[in-house]
């Protein structure tokens, strides 16, 4: 009988595949490609060795939630990294994380006018390249979800757009609930608020993000749309201690 070969890759580099295959497939069943989805392996909690496994598998792009941690982590990591920053962030956090944190790609979780004036505030500072942001939007209702009223959404784009010049608006993000059987009706909410951006600014839908879609839920966001999931424990596996506040 032929043995199989010893398994040589880390638990989370296989996990990344299988969720990779997911994705694809899911983007496929959309009419859409495996690379029309960014999966951002969301790694808050998660020592760097096992970011490094994932980034070995062949992996670029990474999301964390604490600006502490992503700025004792970011620079232990290869610069090629691409770190996205996911959910809210305080304004008097955003010097930091931008001096730590040169490779930042994007801000997931741009949910008022005062943290996007910082950060166009910082990028310019530092004199680095415009970065990205996407804009929270609590499509929930639930009064704990950060994110802008869905109504409020125009005025706040249109701010980064026309007061923030260091920032490049590049769409939407939310959070779904936690039960999981209504996330639908939030991620059908995100796509009525990019259609109203677009048609208030005049820009097209596909210039125009949609991040929606976590571990429980990442397959049916994408099939409703999603360019960009973020998916932790299904990758990482589960998060072991509950999440400290920043
Ligand atoms: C932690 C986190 C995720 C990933 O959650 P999982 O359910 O572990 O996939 C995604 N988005 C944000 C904003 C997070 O804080």
Redesign the pocket.
């Known amino acids: 009988m032929v043995m199989a070969a010893p398994a040589v890759e880390g638990a989370a580099a296989t996990a990344l595949r299988a969720v990779l295959r997911r994705v694809g497939d899911a983007a496929m069943r959309s009419g859409r490609n495996a690379d029309d989805v960014r999966v ?1 392996a ?1 790694s ?1 909690t998660k020592p760097v060795s096992l970011v490094r496994q994932v980034y070995d598998a062949g992996h670029r792009c990474f ?1 964390e ?1 604490y600006v502490q941690e992503i700025v004792e982590k970011a620079p232990q990591l290869p610069q090629e990294i691409e770190w996205h920053f ?3 962030l305080q304004s008097n956090k955003v010097k930091s994380l931008l001096a730590a944190v040169p490779n930042l790609a994007m801000v ?2 741009v949910d008022n006018e005062k943290v996007a004036n910082h950060l166009d505030r910082g990028v310019s500072a530092i004199g680095r390249k415009p970065l990205k942001v996407l804009l929270q939007v609590n499509t929930s209702g639930e009064v704990s979800k950060s994110g802008v009223d869905p109504s409020a959404c125009v005025d706040l784009v249109k701010h980064v757009q026309l007061g923030c010049p260091n920032l490049e608006f590049s769409g939407l ?1 939310t ?1 779904g609930m936690p039960d999981y059987s209504s996330t639908p009706e939030n991620f059908m909410k995100l796509r009525s608020c990019r259609a109203e951006v677009c048609r208030a600014l005049g820009i097209p839908e596909n210039q125009c993000e949609l991040s929606m879609g ?3 839920d ?1 397959e049916q966001a994408i099939e409703m749309g999603s360019t960009n999931v ?7 596996g ?2 072991a201690y509950p ?1 400290k506040k920043q």
């Open positions: 951002v969301v808050k999301g939630n996911v959910g809210h997931e979780g993000m959070i976590m571990s429980g990442f973020r998916v932790g424990s299904t990758i990482f589960p998060r999440n």
